[in-house]
């Protein structure tokens, strides 16, 4: 299973089956619910772009470190990008709870009993 996050050139490791990192996954998404608040609260356009781009910013520097964000964008805010990085990311964290939920079936299917035993 893959716990490294390949993005625009960036090894980012992030194990989902970790206590703590996955504690520090929900606060960092608790976090960002709540700058979400306030970005739509300013009308202004090109405030818009840098604040929604920020929120983007500062999970992943919550989530891997300070500076992670201005190494994946390259210091560029654009919301299309933010959204396709964060998608990628997505895609990333699902593909590991899928990867963990087949292999613990796969383990505990080895000592459920069978059904094809004789019935009295």
């Not at 960092?28 to 929120?55: I, P, R, T």
């Not at 891997?64 to 919301?79: L, S, V």
């Amino acid at each position: 299973m893959s716990r490294i996050w390949e993005i625009n050139g960036l090894s980012l490791e992030l194990d989902m089956e970790d206590y703590e990192t996955s504690k520090n996954y929900m606060k960092a998404f608790e976090e960002m619910s709540e700058e979400e608040k306030q970005v739509k609260k300013d009308g202004n356009v090109d405030s818009y772009v840098k604040n929604y781009c920020l929120l983007f910013w500062h999970l992943y520097d919550r989530l891997f470190g300070n500076g992670t964000a201005e190494k994946i964008f390259g210091g560029k805010y654009n919301c299309r990008v933010c959204d396709e990085v964060y998608m990628d990311f997505l895609d990333f964290v699902k593909t590991q709870q899928t990867e963990a939920i087949q292999r613990r079936n796969n383990m505990l299917s080895q000592y459920k009993p069978s059904r094809n035993g004789k019935r009295s």
